[in-house]
């Protein structure tokens, strides 16, 4: 390549097998100008034939190339990185919480050393801890993840261009990592216990009698109690399938044990002494 004031002499050579050329002294830039096919070349020289190893014939040729789009193309393209500097800090670094567990923002350098930054690395430091992560592309922003809940951490950033990693930002403010909350169980209400009395009932063909348990609608959950009114013993034999399980004769002026009703539906039973003609229902809600 040769500089001519504004626009500079590029060598390309051609080969029968190539039909866009390369470049004879930078292959990565050759490649560059001949895929650009947006941009025109004027100038050409007539080929210049001539035989090499194998009878390969091939030819060379000059174009003149504006030297504005050479440099452009160059640069973006890692040739002229060589001449690159690091690019200047980010600035600007701050930190919030989300993302997954933070997220961390930053204002790309004003100076990029003449060289495109294509990556960033974020360094999280803590008194318990530190962690890193990696982002190629130019973002200007990350999730963060790895922390450890319950500590401060601050957060500094480094931008890689060809010319290799800048100086660390200015560390960000400090941002606390909450501890992961242990969930609240819900609040359950205590079972209700409802009460079936048995009493003397003179329209019972036996003369006794059940009540509809008391204290409301009966709900999954809710206990029985049959509180023995009567000079008589009494029991409960279920006649429902998926009732609970039969109790024991209970005497004259005693209460039952509680007995847990577990599923919906509707129950029926009778005394286990007095047999069928003695007989009650409980409706169970969900």
């Not at 001539?50 to 009878?55: D, I, V």
């Not at 190339?65 to 980010?90: C, D, K, R, Y």
């Not at 003369?207 to 008391?214: C, I, L, N, V």
């Amino acid at each position: 390549m040769e500089l001519l004031g504004a626009r500079a002499q590029v060598h390309i050579e051609n080969r029968p097998h190539d039909g866009y050329g390369i470049m004879r002294r930078s292959g990565k830039l050759g490649g560059c100008l001949c895929n650009h096919r947006g941009y025109s070349f004027s100038g050409r020289v007539s080929p210049e034939p001539r035989k090499e190893e194998g009878n390969m014939n091939r030819s060379r040729r000059w174009l003149t190339v504006p030297l504005a789009i050479v440099a452009a193309l160059a640069t973006a393209h890692g040739v002229l990185g060589a001449t690159a500097t690091t690019a200047g800090p980010p600035t600007d670094v701050t930190a919030a919480l989300g993302g997954p567990q933070a997220t961390v923002s930053w204002t790309p350098a004003a100076n990029n050393g003449g060289s495109m930054v294509w990556a960033n690395a974020i360094y999280a430091f803590s008194y318990t801890g530190t962690s890193q992560e990696l982002v190629t592309g130019n973002p200007t922003n990350i999730g963060i993840s790895g922390l450890t809940p319950g500590n401060w951490y601050t957060f500094t950033v480094t931008g890689f261009n060809s010319a290799g990693w800048s100086t660390w930002a200015n560390w960000s403010p400090w941002l606390f990592i909450p501890a992961t909350p242990t969930p609240t169980p819900s609040p359950t209400s205590a079972p209700v216990t409802h009460s079936v009395a048995v009493i003397i009932d003179p329209t019972a063909q036996v003369g006794f009698g059940f009540t509809t348990p008391d204290g409301g609608p009966v709900h999954v959950g809710d206990r029985i109690v049959w509180v023995n009114q009567t000079s008589a013993p009494h029991g409960v034999t279920w006649d429902t399938t998926g009732s609970p399980a039969n109790g024991p004769i209970f005497g004259a002026g005693t209460t039952t044990a509680p007995i847990v009703m577990t599923s919906a539906g509707t129950f029926h039973y009778h005394c286990t002494v007095h047999g069928p003609s003695m007989a009650g229902t409980i409706t169970v809600l969900s």
